[in-house]
């Protein structure tokens, strides 16, 4: 009897151990695992045109944000130019800001444009002549 008892407690023991190494085979599976997912770099090289999808998504929330309403734009076009001059102190700065803003949002997109249209060139064989404009000046040649 005592034999028996020896032997269930190596096989239990020898159970235990082996329990104990697939459980840290499966936290380091788990760590990596989570790791990867949770790596921006990685999902960046896989799919770059969803972040510039998200991008474009996001500069149109910030754009309607801070863009100019309806009322300002219709009272910037409507009001006699005498109503349209602001007096109170620092009036031309914020005329200012949202030139260079504008001029911001226009380098942005044609920064994002050009871009574009450099990715569509690589992706579809023949477009890149197309866009420039060069196909048709050879059709005409």
Do not use: C
Not at 34 to 51: A, C, I, S
Not at 65 to 76: H, N, Q, T
Not at 118 to 125: F, Q, R
């Amino acid at each position: 009897m005592a034999q028996k008892a020896s032997e269930i407690v190596r096989m239990l023991e020898s159970h235990r151990e082996r329990l104990g190494e697939d459980l840290d085979e499966l936290q380091a599976t788990v760590k990596s695992k989570v790791k990867e997912t949770t790596d921006l770099h990685t999902h960046y090289k896989e799919r770059p045109y969803w972040f510039l999808g998200a991008a474009f998504a996001g500069g149109v929330v910030v754009a309607s944000l801070f863009g100019k309403s309806k009322a300002e734009v219709s009272y910037a076009t409507s009001a006699p130019s005498y109503a349209k001059t602001e007096s109170r102190p620092g009036a031309s700065f914020g005329g200012e800001m949202h030139s260079v803003v504008d001029e911001l949002k226009g380098a942005l997109i044609g920064f994002g444009v050009a871009k574009l249209k450099g990715a569509l060139s690589d992706m579809i064989p023949g477009l890149g002549p197309h866009l420039d404009g060069r196909h048709a000046k050879n059709r005409a040649d």
